[in-house]
């Protein structure tokens, strides 16, 4: 925000100002004029601190309040459904971790894809759910955002009210301020006053402009979450049908073969991948680039040795699929990333010795969100900057760089750590996924890119597995 000078220098009002009072002029009516201006401004700039300046009627307000009661009302049962979802959900992942144990035949596969349905039938809802409540956020941030505006616009007027006020009495000669005030006392009591009102003033308007800030951010990171959820959507969708289909395929199966387990043990035997094919399979890092498994699981596993955080799950994170194959973009950071973010970057770059322009990062999306993400993990600089440390500590690389596949692995597995992804059970895993990727939203990606992780991550580890029995 601008600083204001002296109000003397701010701006040349000459030319805007009442003509000086003239001695030897008969129109001396002048002189009370002055001193009524000061006190109506003293008294306005009050009135409007303390709430007295108003636009909207009553009426408003009612209707105002109204609405926002109603919105509450109406997120309360929405977040109760939701947590009626998650219950369910979590039953029908128990039913499917059950028929897991009993081992590979063709009926507890079946009854596996028929709780999978279930619980992305859920998914769905809880996503349309966050959704609606979304919404709701996005607009209520929007009118809060038009009001903070109109309380700015304000604020400065009576801002420049003051200043010219001030500036006139300070073009006074002391002539003028003895034949305009009764006493001396009564001049500087009246100038004391209006400049403590300006001080408030300028101070309030600091305050409303940050608000403002901090609002527009909001809208910016709810106006992301919607994007983002809308996706998974439309991914959980497309995966429902995909289970459908391959459960038509397996009940047509069981129904030609007539229940033959051998014969179905014997076409799964036929589909399972080789320790080689697996070695070789590409792994497409989520901030671009790939790696062969083989030299993924390799980075991982040195990760997980340090950190505690398995290496599948590591593995889920960082594949690109997980995110549903989304290109993160190349941009410059430039025109990408946050303006807070730019110093932090422009550091780390200098340290490394590489050339800013040459260097690519995520992009913004479509509603303006900054980008900004680095390398294979996708860490913002900030970020980067609080774990660069601990990285270097385990990588033993002086300067850790986003864009080394090891400094990027460790880091990831840090993060996870730190959110709880060390833990050995499942839904810890889902949580600390969520929160790699939405921060302090990851609630509303508990059930969607959290729980897709980990249901890649236990894929992978079946891949492990088979690279550790070949001795790999």
Known sequence: MEKFPKPKRLIDINASLPKRLNLFSRRSVKLPLIKGVKIFFIISAVSF????????????????????????????VLEQQLKELEKQMEEYQGQIETYQTKGKTLKNEIAILEAKIKKLNLQIKSIEINLANLKQDIASAQTKINSTEIKIESQKKALTYSLLNIYETDEQSLIEILLVNKKLSDFFGSLNNMMLVQQTLRVNLDDIIKLRQDLVDQKQELALEKTDIENLKAYQLAQKQGIQGIKTTKNKLLKTTKGKESEYQKLLKNTKETAAQIRSRIFELLGGGELSFEKAYEYARLAEQ?????????????????????????????????????PIFLALISSLNINPDNITVSCANQDGYYGGAMGPAQFLPSTWKKYQERIAQITHNAIPSPWNNADAFVAAALYLKDAGGDSSSLAGQRAAAAKYYAGNRWQSYLWSYGDRVVTTAQKFQKDIDILVQNGS
């Open 306 to 342: 340090t950190t505690g955080v398995k290496a599948a799950l590591i593995l889920a994170v960082l594949d690109r699929e997980t995110l549903l194959g989304k290109n993160v973009g190349r941009c410059n950071y430039k025109n990408s990333m946050k303006p807070s973010e730019k």
């Open 49 to 76: 601190l303390l709430g007295l300046v108003q636009a909207p009627s009553n009426t408003n307000y009612i209707s105002s309040a109204q609405g926002i009661q109603s919105a509450e009302q109406e997120r309360m």
